[in-house]
């Protein structure tokens, strides 16, 4: 596994932090992140921004980009925030169903929710979601590539 794209709605707050904590733990492989409906060129929203920063991790470089069928059929591994999302990657391009997976599908939850304008409880919640699913998936991608 060597190309990885994280998907989520807005790509300005939860696919970016994925993105930042896979592409720090996963020496090697190629993590980007995208949205099904991005705010094209905006920058990590600003909760996310600061609790990102909080744990080293400095997400001002990032740029919102649009998912796309191309996008996706250059990746080995698509993950996802939401079930929908997977619904949605389904219907745009059947072929990507295989590779899109949860970011949380090891812990066996359904998905982590948008924080979008729905307070700093919100946004530490998914933070430590993102945080606990990125370390279970960089470890087992980790132990694939051996």
């Known amino acids: 596994m060597r190309t990885i794209l994280v998907v989520c709605v807005g790509n300005i707050c939860r696919s970016p932090l994925a993105e930042a904590l896979l592409r720090r ?38 740029r919102a980009r649009q998912f796309t069928t191309a996008m996706g059929a250059a990746q080995e591994l698509i993950l996802v925030m939401e079930r929908g999302h997977r619904d949605a990657i389904t219907r745009i391009a059947p072929h990507l169903t295989a590779r899109t997976m949860l970011l949380d599908h090891w812990s066996g939850a359904n998905g982590i929710a948008d924080p979008y304008q729905n307070g700093q409880a919100a946004y530490e919640q998914a933070f430590a979601a993102i945080i606990d699913a990125s370390k279970t998936w960089a470890a087992r991608l980790a132990s694939w590539s051996t």
């Not at 090697?28 to 905006?42: E, K, N, R, Y």
């Open 25 to 62: 733990d996963l020496t090697g492989m190629t993590v980007t992140s995208a949205g099904l409906q991005a705010v094209v060129g905006h920058g990590a929203q600003g909760e996310m921004a600061a609790l990102a920063l909080g744990i080293g991790l400095d997400l001002s470089d990032h």
